[in-house]
Structures are given as C-alpha cells and as structure tokens.
C-alpha cells in the first residue's frame, strides 16, 4: 500500500484544457473549425466570461475572455502544447485536413514517435496544438531501465493525408471520439517539474530527454510532459493569455485523499471532489473525481 500511496491511481486520465484568451469569439471559430467543437455552456465572472467547448457531453477545452492580458511569452514557463487523442488513423487524418486548411493555423511539424504519430500546429493566439494517434501497446519498445522508447521520425503529412484520409469521415468529424490525449508543459528546470508532478501529483516518470521529462499513470507513455527547452531557467509566471488550468481525472476520493497525503507542505484547496494546487511556476492544476460537468468548469 505504502507504494500505491506514492503513485497516482493507474486509471487516471485528462481532462479539459482552460485557456485565458484575448479573441473569445475568434477563438472559439478557430476550435470549432479544426476540432468540430461546439459552445456547450459559458458564465460570466466579473469582467471574464468563461465559455466551455466540446462535444454533446464531453467538454474539451475551457475559454476564458482576457483580453487586457499580453500575450503568450514563448520564452515562459505554461504550455508546450494540448495534444488531442484520436482513435483511428483516419480520424487524425481528417482533423489534420481541417486544420492545414484553416488560415489561421501555422503547421510545425510532424513526428513519428514510436508510441504515437503526431502533427503539430500553433493557434491564433500562440498555443500548441499536437493531434495524435496511439500505436498499439503491443508495439511500445522499452529500453533496459523500463523507459519507453520514444524518438521524434520525419513524418510526411501529404503521404499520411494520401494514405488515410477518407471524406465520409472528413464529412463527419463532428462525431468522431477525441480526448485530451496528454499536456506538455514548459518549466524552468525538469528536476523541480520532477519533484511536483512525480513525487506530489504522482504520476510515474517514463522516460526522459535532453532537456524533458515525460510521466504517466498506468504505463502510458506520457499524460504529462515538462521541458525547458526554450524556458530554462524561467521564474513563476506572469499574467498572460494562455494556459490557465491543467485537469486531471482521478477514479477515486481515496485518490484524492492520497494526493493531499503527497501535498503535504504545498498549498491546496479541498472542495472534496477536486483538489487544487499550483506548479512551482504558478501554474493552476485540478485533480477531480469523475464526471466534472460544464456547470463546475465554469466555476473553477
């Protein structure tokens, strides 16, 4: 038991994305045109209005309207990129499509990563955006320690598009499944991103890069990535556009009331359905029970 208590519970997953926005309306065209995502609910909060988007009973991103706010510092601690998850080759395909054909998008790669294939673009306002795949479990490699084996390989989105994209499913990305796949993080130092989101929130490091550090629940290859390539060395955050809240979904109260054993000495919050706590950046993160609607989103 005294090792469970160390580690978060193995069917753990992420939840919506929260983004201070400058361009509510704009911003949520731009989701809406490359993710199929829909308004589901907003409220206003003084001077913000917080608007959830998803899908019919499945929120994927918070918005909240910021705009006095700078924008984005590339250089700061806060996010990498959200990566949404799809189930097949051919959804990824027809959402890769939507999004390479939006004139606001800017395309910044693509990568074959072993564990998954990834495409990666920049919205509006300067956060990343990954669309992925899983490959099979089956066909995971692991190093000699028990990392997962992960590589960044050129990946040809024309070939990808040729091969899998199919425009029944184009016609129909309204419907296709998508979750919050993982959430990369930019911090200031990796060893102190490790002392937060291992050794507190609980999540079992996976592997590690020059300069990163990917973790998981349950033998994932990551739910939460930290890098300091651009941000080494960063302080705790100014306010800015960008990311807001970071969700992640625990099956259990006993999860939490582990998570508050592991947060001894941080501060936290306890509503008892979610606890809340910040990075050593500033940066906001919930862990809550399951079945978090619009309504508490909202008033997060």
Same mark, same amino acid.
């Given at each position: 038991?005294?090792?469970?208590?160390?580690?978060?519970?193995?069917?753990?997953?992420?939840?919506?994305?929260?983004?201070?926005?400058?361009?509510?309306?704009?911003?949520?065209?731009?989701?809406?045109?490359?993710?199929?995502?829909?308004?589901?609910? #907003?409220? /206003? @909060?003084?001077?913000?209005? @917080?608007?959830?988007? $998803?899908?019919?009973? %499945?929120?994927?991103?918070?918005?909240?309207?910021?705009?006095?706010?700078?924008?984005?510092?590339? &250089?700061?601690?806060?996010?990498? @990129?959200? +990566?949404?998850?799809?189930?097949?080759?051919?959804?990824? +395909?027809?959402?890769?499509?939507?999004? +390479?054909?939006?004139?606001?998008?800017?395309? /910044?790669?693509?990568?074959?990563?072993?564990?998954? #294939?990834?495409?990666?673009?920049?919205?509006? #306002? =300067?956060? =990343?955006?990954?669309?992925?795949?899983?490959?099979?479990?089956?066909?995971?490699?692991?190093?000699?320690? $028990?990392?997962? &084996?992960?590589?960044?390989?050129?990946?040809?989105?024309?070939?990808?598009?040729?091969?899998?994209?199919?425009?029944?499913?184009?016609?129909?990305?309204?419907?296709?499944?998508?979750?919050? =796949?993982?959430?990369?993080?930019?911090?200031?130092?990796?060893?102190?991103?490790?002392?937060?989101?291992?050794?507190?929130?609980?999540? #079992?490091?996976?592997?590690?890069?020059?300069?990163?550090?990917?973790?998981?629940?349950?033998?994932?290859?990551? @739910? /939460?990535?930290?890098?300091?390539?651009?941000?080494?060395?960063?302080?705790?955050?100014?306010? *800015?556009?960008?990311?807001?809240?970071?969700?992640?979904?625990?099956?259990? &109260?006993?999860?939490?009331?582990?998570?508050?054993? &592991?947060?001894? =000495?941080?501060?936290?919050?306890?509503?008892?359905?979610?606890?809340? %706590?910040?990075?050593?950046?500033? *940066?906001?993160?919930?862990?809550?029970?399951?079945?978090?609607?619009?309504?508490?989103?909202?008033?997060?």
């Amino acid at each position: 038991m005294a090792l469970l208590e160390k580690t978060i519970n193995q069917n753990t997953f992420m939840d919506a994305v929260s983004l201070r926005v400058g361009d509510l309306e704009g911003m949520s065209s731009y989701y809406s045109n490359i993710l199929s995502l829909q308004p589901l609910e #907003e409220k /206003v @909060h003084g001077k913000e209005v @917080h608007r959830v988007l $998803g899908r019919p009973g %499945t929120p994927l991103l918070r918005l909240i309207s910021t705009p006095g706010l700078p924008a984005v510092d590339p &250089r700061q601690a806060g996010l990498y @990129h959200t +990566a949404f998850l799809f189930d097949t080759k051919e959804s990824l +395909a027809a959402t890769v499509y939507r999004a +390479a054909h939006e004139p606001r998008s800017r395309f /910044v790669g693509s990568s074959d990563h072993l564990v998954s #294939e990834a495409f990666y673009f920049t919205d509006p #306002e =300067g956060n =990343g955006i990954e669309l992925y795949v899983d490959r099979p479990r089956s066909e995971w490699l692991y190093a000699g320690n $028990g990392d997962v &084996r992960m590589d960044t390989i050129y990946l040809d989105p024309n070939k990808y598009l040729q091969t899998y994209l199919s425009e029944t499913v184009l016609n129909n990305t309204s419907i296709l499944p998508a979750s919050i =796949g993982h959430v990369h993080l930019q911090v200031g130092n990796t060893e102190q991103a490790r002392q937060f989101y291992v050794d507190k929130i609980g999540f #079992e490091a996976t592997t590690s890069v020059a300069g990163a550090l990917f973790a998981s629940a349950g033998g994932y290859h990551h @739910h /939460v990535a930290m890098n300091s390539w651009h941000s080494a060395g960063a302080g705790p955050r100014a306010a *800015t556009l960008g990311l807001a809240d970071v969700a992640i979904v625990v099956p259990e &109260r006993e999860d939490l009331d582990m998570l508050v054993n &592991r947060l001894k =000495g941080t501060e936290f919050s306890d509503n008892g359905t979610s606890v809340t %706590t910040l990075d050593p950046w500033g *940066t906001h993160v919930t862990v809550s029970l399951p079945g978090v609607d619009t309504d508490e989103l909202l008033n997060r």
